[in-house]
């Protein structure tokens, strides 16, 4: 053995761009250092292989950005380099000054907003008195999707900021579509053997643990082998409508059968539905486009591609500029290109694509043009409304169907209407666990847990309740639902009710909007609770909020912050650190859509 602990390693682990690493030689390493780990493990006074930090962040709502970070962390050791992975939100600005390589995968979620586990990281980073980060080599993989207005936008700020900060970019940021997965792999391979390069930052003893896996200190995740690109086949075991006949809308409980999938999930994971186009909708398009089931798209039958392949339904942007360009319309021209997103929105509220052509007949599309228009079919996220202490064998699910008519047609939201509409021979959905760590029980059993859900977003509250109550937790817990009118929208009551019986529910506040002349909402109860509810945070309460993401998640914050202001005599600033902590100490959680 060599003096030096780089002597263990391949030369050319530390010159890849002598020789850049293809899959098989990757392969090759992780047997290497396997086998490396056993030989020093069999050998006491081996000399420790040492590996130069780098540091790992993400931003995450719903996982993405976490999983990409996991490849990293796998991959890091074959660059000779140890990933410290963390979210962003755990990562104090003052000890960014300290790291000279670091690695960002962030998303972007409501509009242009920076995930909840970013939120922190970006309030310090972008403060005028954060201090230069000249030491700091840096690159930004940004999740996003190409349908929102404010493409990659968390990506984009954390990436400018660095710059200004005068960290020194190793490559350029990568921005994903929905399909993040090869590029995100792409950017690995070029930033791992490129970071390595740079930096002096002390290497850290040992070999990695297990052969190439990570050290985020967390429990090694294992992957399922059933996800966006490979869904399990799943049974829709029972289907059941929870709001009354008398309802504005239908909300509906599903449970999806596990069978043999070996399929596991925790209390707080969403699950992804992979819908399939409506065959109506599918027929009439091919109609409209006056071609046939079987014109050839790139190998495979129209009829096949719009039913499994495309998002149909949701005009894109390629496609309404298209149409424009073809319509011969002028309102429709000045429309698109004055960019005014809000009229746009107006306009195209009601409208899907297929309402469109038919609005337009002078705009002629072969197949070929209108399908190249269309986005790839994407997976549905559902938030999962069991525990699988109580349900072992099947994943609870409770969505509200879009469903509107316009145009002289029913319109149906393509995955909640796919689930709905199975009796047409559909009796199975292919389907996968989207682990959600960030969002779970205390794991302090004996800690007050306060949930607000209004609608929807009751489900994974259920799950909560479930699995506190089959675990015979003892802390209190408190749900704040609520929702148009309690004769028709009362969801899951019985079962409410039954666990506010069996003091498993502590507290039950239900705020229904329209049983009276003025709104009364889930806030609405907060502020009338507020001595209570801060009394409970005090304690060390977790506070949880779960639904509609633009208007209801946004006023419960800030009523939180009101009640925290009036029942503690802070003054906003200082209700909103208060806050802040909160959120630091992941008691503030948040799954919102
Ligand atoms: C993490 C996460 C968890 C979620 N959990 C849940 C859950 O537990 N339950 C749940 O129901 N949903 C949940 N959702 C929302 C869910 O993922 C889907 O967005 C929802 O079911 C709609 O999908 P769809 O395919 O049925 O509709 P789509 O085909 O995607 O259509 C939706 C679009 O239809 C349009 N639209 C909707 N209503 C109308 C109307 N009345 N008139 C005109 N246009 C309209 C809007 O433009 C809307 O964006 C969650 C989302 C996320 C991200
Ligand atoms: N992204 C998507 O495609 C998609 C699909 C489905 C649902 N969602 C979102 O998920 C949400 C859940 O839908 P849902 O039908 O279950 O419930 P919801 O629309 O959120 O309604 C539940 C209750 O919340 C009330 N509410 C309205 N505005 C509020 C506010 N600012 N603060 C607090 N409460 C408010 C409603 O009252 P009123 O109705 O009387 O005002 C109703 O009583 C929807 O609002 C929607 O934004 C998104
Ligand atoms: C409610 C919601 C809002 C979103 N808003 C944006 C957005 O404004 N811009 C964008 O580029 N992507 C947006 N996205 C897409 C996500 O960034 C994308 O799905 C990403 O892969 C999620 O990664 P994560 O699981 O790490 O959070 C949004 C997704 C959801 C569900």
Redesign the pocket.
């Known amino acids: 053995m060599g003096d030096q602990p780089f002597d263990l390693i391949p030369k050319q682990l530390f010159f890849p761009e002598e020789a850049p690493f293809s899959k098989e030689q990757k392969s090759w390493l992780s047997g290497y250092f396997a086998g490396l780990q056993s030989k020093l493990a069999d050998n006491d006074s081996a000399q420790k292989v040492q590996l130069k930090p780098v540091h790992v962040f993400y931003g995450t709502q719903t996982g993405n950005s976490e999983s990409v970070c996991q490849d990293i962390e796998s991959s890091a050791a074959s660059f000779g380099l140890q990933a410290n992975m963390r979210a962003l939100d755990e990562v104090e600005a003052a000890d960014l000054l300290e790291m000279e390589r670091v690695l960002i995968v962030c998303s972007t979620y409501g509009e242009g907003e920076m995930p909840d586990n970013a939120e922190l990281f970006w309030e310090a980073v972008r403060a005028p008195d954060m201090p230069r980060l000249e030491n700091t080599h840096f690159s930004v993989l940004a999740l996003g999707d190409t349908s929102y207005d404010e493409f990659c936008e968390a990506g984009k700020l954390i990436d400018l900021r660095l710059e200004q900060l005068g960290a020194k970019r190793i490559a350029p940021r990568v921005d994903c579509d929905v399909d993040y997965e090869d590029p995100a792999a792409q950017w690995i391979e070029t930033v791992l053997p490129e970071i390595s390069k740079f930096g002096s930052e002390a290497p850290t003893a040992g070999v990695p643990e297990a052969g190439l896996q990570g050290k985020s200190g967390k429990a090694a995740t294992t992957r399922s082998k059933w996800n966006r690109k490979t869904p399990y086949s799943s049974v829709v075991q029972a289907n059941r409508r929870l709001s009354g006949a008398g309802s504005a809308?239908e909300?509906v409980h599903y449970e999806m059968a596990l069978g043999d999938s070996g399929i596991t999930y925790e209390a707080g994971d969403a699950l992804g539905v992979m819908p399939i186009n409506n065959p109506d909708l599918v027929t009439q398009m091919i109609r409209e486009l006056n071609a046939s089931d079987d014109t050839d798209i790139d190998g495979r039958s129209l009829a096949e591609t719009l039913t499994h392949g495309l998002e149909i339904s949701t005009p894109t942007k390629d496609f309404l500029r298209a149409l424009s360009e073809r319509a011969g319309d002028d309102e429709l021209e000045r429309l698109v290109s004055n960019g005014d997103r809000e009229q746009q929105d107006d306009f195209l509220w009601s409208k899907d694509t297929l309402d469109l052509l038919r609005l337009y007949p002078a705009a002629k599309f072969s197949a070929q043009e209108f399908t190249a228009l269309m986005k790839p079919l994407q997976h549905r996220a559902y938030s999962i409304s069991s525990s699988p202490k109580a349900a072992p064998d099947a994943i609870h699910l409770t969505i509200?169907t879009?469903m509107y008519h316009s145009h002289d047609r029913d319109h149906r939201?393509v995955c909640?209407g796919f689930l709905r509409d199975r009796d047409q021979g559909l009796d199975s959905a292919g389907i996968f666990v989207q682990p959600n760590k960030n969002y779970r029980l205390p794991e302090d059993s004996d800690a007050p847990v306060i949930m607000v859900g209004?609608?929807?977003?009751i489900a994974p509250f259920r799950a909560f309740l479930q699995d506190r109550a089959a675990s015979g937790a003892k802390g209190k817990n408190w749900l704040f639902f609520?929702?148009?009118h309690k004769e028709h929208?009362y969801i899951y009551e019985e079962e409410l009710v039954g666990w506010q019986k069996d003091g498993v529910l502590t507290k039950l506040d239900t705020?229904?909007?329209?049983d009276q002349a003025e709104?009364i909402?889930?806030?609405t109860r907060m502020a009338e609770n507020s001595k209570e509810l801060y009394a409970w945070l005090e304690e060390g309460g977790y506070f949880y909020v779960c639904?509609?993401?633009?208007?209801?998640a946004?006023?419960?914050d800030q009523a939180l912050i009101n009640l925290i202001a009036k029942e503690s005599g802070k003054d906003e600033e200082n209700a909103i650190a208060y806050v802040n902590k909160l959120k630091k100490e992941k008691r503030y959680l948040r799954d919102v859509?």
């Not at 705020?511 to 329209?514: G, Q």
């Not at 639904?547 to 209801?552: K, L, N, S, V």
């Open positions: 809308k909300i509200a879009v939201g909640s209004p609608g929807t977003g609520g929702d148009q929208d705020a229904f909007s329209r709104k909402y889930v806030q639904g509609d993401a633009t208007r209801m946004k006023d419960v859509y």
